[in-house]
């Protein structure tokens, strides 16, 4: 059994302990920070769908939207909004009356645009940090192209936060309105909004989650490769992907942990180690084993971890892994670590021994 942090432990010990892990992050500090982007020069393109669908007031206005978003709007209307093309109606006059509802009722999406009115007051500060997170996604990935970003409000689709198109991404501001929002803590929502996943939604993890949207996009995992050692090293090397583009993110908003769930991790990491070595977890194939090491939940629920530990495990264990290999072999580039995908050469290199 995993050792778990006394629950006595102090408030005040627990905040020391965050704010010294995330002013001192990793060896790989020096040359994720210090790469110059100064030259990188990349056109970012942020577009309101959310003020422009809300501010359709006719059929005609959201036929206009059709054109000006070719490829966003029917993954939007069909897919988010529901399929409107079993009706009576033509497919415009049911998307106008789908939006009349959905953009006029306060329990609903008004609502949701209000709230979000209040969020996101001010677009500056965020359009600042995404652009220099592509900056670096062009320093790191020269020829790639920069996607356009276009945010939107959905009705609550938990699902769909980020939203993938050809050189499109669509960001869910509906996902990130707070952990405090109180349709996100409804009786009726409670299968889809558990607290683990409440505690993220809110406009810190909005760049995070865009980020590893892209990095995810960027990085397929190796579908030959079916241990959990294998996932361990695909998820860390996500981790290790969205640290380098965000490089003054703290790891609690990278690994989505609370302070005492990163603590926990770090604390317990030798022990965590020892456990996945002697129990031979590493090298198991079963889908649903694995997931206990690697799916989003309030703790890993593996077995011999439990109430108490930080969720995510396996995940928190490849990026170490990833960082140790980094580290323990400077000759290799950003891209060659990415590229490495026998993850049992990437452990044996790493020297990972916590």
């Known amino acids: ?10 408030l005040l010990l627990l905040l020391a302990i965050s704010l010294f892990l995330s002013h001192c992050s990793d060896d790989s500090k020096n040359d994720s920070q210090s790469i110059d982007t100064d030259n990188i020069k990349v056109n970012i393109k942020f577009k309101r769908f959310d003020e422009a669908i809300f501010n359709a007031k006719n059929a005609q206005e959201i036929a206009a939207l059709e054109k000006q978003y070719p490829d ?16 009576d109606q033509s497919a415009l006059e049911a998307a106008a009356n789908l939006m009349r509802n959905f953009t006029t009722v306060p329990e609903f999406g008004l609502g949701l645009k209000q709230r979000s009115d209040s969020i996101f007051q001010n677009f500056e500060p965020f359009k600042k940090e995404l652009t220099s997170a592509m900056k670096r996604y062009a320093y790191y990935f020269p020829k790639d192209t920069i996607p356009e970003f276009i945010t939107f409000i959905s009705p609550l ?7 993938e198109g050809k050189n499109q991404i669509g960001i869910g501001l509906d996902m990130y309105l ?3 929002y109180k349709p996100y803590h409804s009786f009726q929502l409670a299968d889809q909004f558990p607290a683990y996943r409440v505690r993220k939604m809110r ?3 909005l760049l995070r989650d865009l980020i590893t949207a892209i990095c995810v996009n960027k990085l397929k995992p190796n579908e030959a490769k079916t241990r959990l050692i294998d996932e361990m090293i695909y998820e860390g090397k996500i981790a290790f992907m969205v640290k380098s583009l965000l490089p003054q993110t703290p790891d609690s908003i990278i690994m989505g942990y609370t302070p005492a769930q990163l603590a926990w991790a770090n604390e317990n990491e ?12 590493l090298y198991i194939t079963e889908p649903d084993e694995i997931r206990h090491y690697i799916n989003d939940a309030p703790f890993t629920t593996a077995k ?4 108490g530990t930080a969720p995510r495990i396996g995940s928190y264990t490849g990026l170490q892994i990833i960082m140790n290999y980094k580290n323990k072999n400077p000759s290799l580039s950003f891209q060659q ?7 049992d050469l990437i452990l044996t290199k790493s020297k990972y021994k916590p």
């Open 337 to 343: 670590i990415l590229n490495e995908n026998d993850a």
């Open 178 to 180: 707070g952990s405090d």
């Open 1 to 10: 059994m995993i050792k778990i942090i006394n629950k006595a432990l102090s």
């Open 203 to 205: 406009k810190e993890y």
């Open 304 to 307: 011999g971890f439990g109430s």
């Open 157 to 163: 689709r938990i699902n769909f936060p980020v939203i």
């Open 72 to 87: 966003f709007y029917p993954v939007y209307m069909y897919q988010l909004m529901g399929d409107i093309t079993q009706t």
């Open 270 to 281: 030798s022990q965590v180690w020892a456990a996945l070595v002697d129990s031979k977890a």
